[in-house]
């Protein structure tokens, strides 16, 4: 299994609080992705970052930043939590031309709920 | 952008064959990816088609027709371990290293 963990797990937190996730590897591989995973949804990207300090939008970014200062970390947050981001949320790795499609490597998944 | 379709659910028999077609749009398609994941789990890579045809790695084969902008993923020799959700996703050579997933199809597989 890729070295990929993720903290914390499970949250509870008031809407409007900051939340931050984040997301370890171990890899030293070069593209980090933040997913979040609702039903009916399937997995839709937040943000990407494609080495240190290069980060890029995804087709959900509204309401999130992100942050890597180092290749090991890719860190998530939400300024001002919301209900609506209520989700699970999928940090991944990649190093391409490494595997076969650039195959994606998903962490254990961390649980957020927003109240 | 992309899309894809997949259907939402499956059901089938332990040994049956199970399978999940994905029709996809995207406007610099590169390859067609297979994913698995367990309830409560992470996905988990299972395979990848770049050119046409069939490719088989044990009881799942994937397969990929360009020209229709289509793949499925088959199952073979159901076993109950294989009631998960099973998700296309489309890498796009104008996206960079992106993967765009589509909804998932649930498969259960009763005894």
């Known amino acids: 299994d890729a070295g990929i963990t993720q903290s914390p797990r499970h949250k509870v937190t008031e809407t409007g609080t900051p939340v931050t996730l984040r997301c370890h590897q171990t890899?030293?591989?070069?593209?980090m992705y933040w997913y979040r995973q609702d039903p009916g949804h399937g997995l839709r990207l937040i943000h990407y970052s494609y080495g240190v300090k290069d980060t890029d939008k995804g087709e959900v970014s509204d309401g999130y930043s992100v942050s890597r200062s180092k290749t090991e970390d890719f860190l998530l947050t939400l300024e001002s939590a919301t209900s609506s981001q209520t989700s699970v949320y999928f940090c991944?790795?990649?190093?391409?031309?490494?595997?076969?499609?650039?195959?994606?490597?998903f962490g254990p998944g961390t649980r957020l709920t927003v109240l | 952008g992309q899309s894809l379709e997949q259907p939402s659910e499956v059901t089938a028999v332990e040994g049956a064959i199970v399978q999940i077609n994905c029709t996809y749009q995207t406007s610099g398609f590169y390859g067609l990816s297979w994913y698995q994941q367990h309830d409560g789990g992470a996905p988990t890579f299972l395979s990848y088609?770049?050119?046409?045809g069939l490719e088989e790695t044990g009881r799942f084969s994937s397969f990929l027709s360009r020209s229709d902008s289509y793949g499925y993923l088959l199952l073979q020799e159901l076993q109950m371990k294989d009631s998960a959700s099973y998700f296309c996703?489309?890498?796009?050579?104008?996206?960079?290293?992106?993967?765009?997933f589509g909804g998932g199809t649930r498969v259960l597989v009763k005894p």
């Open positions: 996703a489309v890498r796009d050579s104008a996206a960079g290293n992106k993967l765009t």
């Open positions: 991944a790795i990649s190093e391409p031309g490494l595997q076969l499609g650039d195959t994606q490597y």
């Open positions: 890899e030293n591989h070069r593209y």
């Open positions: 088609n770049a050119l046409d």
